[in-house]
């Protein structure tokens, strides 16, 4: 059983940076792929990154690519998304996950944090 907490959400004008970290709970924290996730209202949750657990490998959306960048550090046990140039279109609740191998769904994932709120301004 892994407890994910996110933090660093907040509000931000268009063109800005955010960094969101996520920390695990456990020390088997390397054992586990990591995905960020965001729903923005009357949407679905849709993915936004994934990192191997060695963090030599990541993938993105099409729509953050060049933006956004997913990292961790397995010696804190945790995950990070720096964003840049944000759009109004990011503007979501932001969610890590931890699962068994690299995915881009939401079923892929076998635990979640609660969820940042990212606000961006138009």
């Known amino acids: 059983q892994v407890q994910l907490v996110e933090s660093g959400g907040g509000l931000v004008q268009a063109g800005g940076s955010l960094r969101l970290s996520c920390a695990a709970s456990r020390r088997t924290f390397s054992s586990y792929n990591m995905g960020w996730f965001r729903q923005a209202p009357g949407k679905e949750r849709e993915f936004v990154a994934a990192?191997?657990?060695?963090?030599?490998?990541?993938y993105y959306r099409d729509s953050v690519k060049g933006r956004f960048t997913i990292s961790r550090d397995n010696a804190k046990n945790t995950v990070y998304l720096r964003m840049n140039s944000l759009k109004a279109e990011d503007t979501a609740v932001y969610y890590c996950?931890?699962?068994?191998?690299?995915?881009?769904?939401?079923?892929?994932?076998?635990?979640w944090g609660q969820g940042t709120q990212v606000t961006v301004s138009s």
């Open positions: 996950a931890a699962g068994p191998a690299l995915a881009t769904t939401t079923q892929g994932y076998d635990y």
């Open positions: 990192i191997v657990r060695t963090g030599v490998t990541t």
